[in-house]
């Protein structure tokens, strides 16, 4: 049947059919190569996100609470050595310190160079160095009754931005037992009768003796910090005129010389306070006698150091000369 050709061009129809245009090749292997790079963008971006809060990851669900395993006696007696152990794992680099609370009638000290007994400073750190995580101390206790004392290990890294671990113990220096008086009987015969004589205290001579302690070092609220040590003599004679270095943990670095000081009685301290500025974290020292002109029972407790942190400041460090503000009193 033939098909009827519509020659009205009022009535003509033209017909054009539309195909769905087919997705080559190349198109679908660039979306899929796109849709892998956003992948491993995204994939990088946690990562790195996640390696930079690993910290606070860690401090928020008990990384941060490590600690060092102490042990020590919990009796001891005044003069006996005893033994502080301790365990710690870690792969990082760095130094132990040994620090105790102060008090009055309670000092320790350890062996020194030569056999002698060198006085450990308290309230500084007091670098420990052993191989095999463990410090003799002999404890000397002045007092009558028995005191508590706390004693601390402390790690200190290398790295700067490695947070401290320390670890605690306590333990109670008891005095020496007193020997029990013997019984004397009063003598039967009448006694003669003897003139007093009142004795003349003998003057005491040999070596001075110069010490060092530091006491605090805090920030004081504008980027800088206030140290404050307590210098001594523990001798039998007078200092005479001395010296002292501070190592300043700046910005820069700082040593500061001191004057002359005056001399020192036996017995006497006296507490020195340095103001300085532009202070960064780090290790705050000093040294007395530093050019060892004097002749001293012990050197080894002319050196002292603590470690300290100061809270980030933005701000623009400019050159500023140290200041020394010295607020001595002697006791």
Known sequence: MADALNTDPKHSAYVHTHGEPKASLVSNALAIVGFIIVIVIVLWGLFHIATLGMPWFSS???GGSQTI????PENVTS????AITWKYSTSEQGTYAFLYQCKDVLHFQTAGAGGTLDTVPCGAAFTVATANNSLMVTPQLSGTTSTSVPLTIVFIPSATTSPQVQGNATVTVNPIAAATPAVVRPATTTPSVVTPVIPIAPVATGPTDLSVQILSVV???????IATFDIGNEGLSSTSVYSFTAQLPTATGYLYQSPSQSSLAPGD?????LRFSQAVSGIFSVVVDPTNSKNELSAANNYASQQISMPYVQQTYQTYPQQYSPYPYVY
């Not at 920030?219 to 910090?225: K, L, W």
């Not at 301290?269 to 306070?273: D, E, G, Q």
């Open 79 to 82: 003069g006996t050595a005893f």
């Open 69 to 72: 395993t102490v042990e020590a």
């Open 269 to 273: 301290h006296i507490v020195n306070t």
């Open 60 to 62: 928020l669900f008990g």
């Open 219 to 225: 920030p004081d609220g504008s980027g800088g910090a």
